[in-house]
């Protein structure tokens, strides 16, 4: 972002000396990006604001005062009562393996059609990419019965089948996000030069150790920037859960919430505080890793 | 990745060239057998999981749209031909609603929220004061998963509770708008939080795309006495082609994916009915009308294809020898 400001000063300089009127519209600028960045602010603050204050005083009070208390105790109940660490530990559960699994076959993939030239790469590449922009409903129904039909011993699965497990949520975010990825992947790997693994093939260095020791070190920033997007995309996922997943003390938060809506649906106090609460994992990231975020989101600009 | 300039694309479609010559000697006379086996491990496993999870089961939804079947024994799976289709384009009272709407948000996404992100990614672009606290803020919806913004703009709506109403001194009054509750308007009021993400994932998007702008292109644009509005219409806008591209199919793509939100708030029905909210009504709903939820889906799947198609063209036209 520093070089993005810089290349805009070095550029609209001479412009602001030939036209003096030039400064006048920048407080047009200023005013206009100030009130829509306050709007913008307006739904998410709503929504701190009213998970800090008891639902008794906002009874009492009104929601739109400011008398009463200001505290945690929604922040209380939402741990307590609506069993929140629960879900938070379930989007966990989902997320790492998810992500790591993506990663890793996605990388292998990438690198084997972009650094060798076979007969089918570039229609695999075009059938992963494809994959990824598909509208998830199209597949709900038939991976539905799939799993329902995946007869597991009760011992493994308390549903005799793939239904209600996380494995089910696990390998479909890994199969939808597969392509993304792999796309993001071998554009990156296609750039690298060839020579590199020219020389450690000349040393007798086999196809996996090319991968392995060559390539997937400098893919690293690639890698960095794909999963903290991913990790970010699958917290975020609400569909295959609500879909694939029965049991709701087994449900990720991005999913449960909407329980939570459910189950305290006039305390909007405590609806508000599991909102917030889903909030600041994804706004941790977002602050340590912004940097990455961004370049993710603008590395895969195919993203539907 | 099309997020970069010509000339990247352009070396990198060159570096393909010489892989691929490189390569296909590689392949015949130098690719040991061991070699050959591990890398068609590498393909094998991720392509299965896409076949298994992906593309068979797109292919299911196909055959499923023609039988009739309530999702209990195979043994109840009798052929329909195409009376789930015609049951949903002339029986079935949600679909040309869901239709219009899905419409509606590709038009509103397109005419207010995608111009609105190119519009402070312009202003962004310049040198201002705080460009990136202002881009900062912007960016927090994005962040955020459809679901849980639809739970918060519910609470930001509340007929009675909510703040809007209260701006609007409406609150507690008869006159109180039910925002999301009332079928005429409760589609804008979805539309503005989804707007409220997309403004902001376009602005991040165009960002990157203004940054690979040559900055001497504009220069000599206005040496040439061009204005900062024609520079930007006639040079800066035309460069960035691609990531053009790459915006009018994310947009598209957007308006068609639209659940979480509808589905947050009402799962999509009085008012906010879209297509692929009424697919998951018919696959999990009392009586599990799978052929018409799965005709659904196909409709779903032939319009979705239009922008994929369009967007995998233009992606691999070079790649594609």
Known sequence: MTTLNELA?????PALQRKPAGKKSHWGTYLFLTVMAIVWLIPLGWSVFISLRPFADTNKYGYFSLGGHFNLDNFVTAFVQGQTLTYLWNSVIITVPTVL???FLASMMAFAVSRFSWKFNITLLIMFTAGNLLPPQVLAAPLFEMFKNFVL?????????????YTAVIIVDTAFQIGFCTFVLSNYMKALPHDLTEAAFVDGAGVWRQYISIILPLTRPALA???????????????????FIQSGDRLPITTAIKNLQGQFLTDYNLVAAGAVITVIPTLVIYLVLQRQFVAGLTLGASKG | MTATPRGDVVASAGARERSGRFGRRRRSALLTRRDKIVLAVMVGIPTLIQLVFIWIPTLLSVGLSFVRWNGIAFSDIRPAGLSNYTYVFKDYPPFWPALEHNVLWLVFLGVIATPLGLLLAVLLDQPLRGSRIYQSIFFVPVMLSLALIGIIWQLFYSQNAGLLNFLLGTAGTPRAVDW???SNVNIWAALVAATWRHAGYVMVLYLAGLKGVDPSLREAASIDGANARQVFFRIVFPVMRPINIVIIVITLIESLRAFDVVYVINRGTNGLELISALVIQNLVGEGQVIGVGSALAVILLVISLVPIIIYLSRTFKKDAA
Request: glycine fraction near 6%; aromatic fraction near 14%.
């Open chain 2, 180 to 182: 999301l509750g009332d």
């Open chain 1, 225 to 243: 920037a794909l999963g903290t997007l991913e990790v970010i995309w699958i917290y975020n996922d609400f569909f295959w859960p609500l879909l």
């Open chain 1, 9 to 13: 000063l070095t550029d609209t300089a």
């Open chain 1, 101 to 103: 699994l993506t990663l």
């Open chain 1, 153 to 165: 011993p009760y011992s493994i699965s308390d549903s005799g089948s793939l239904l209600n497990t």
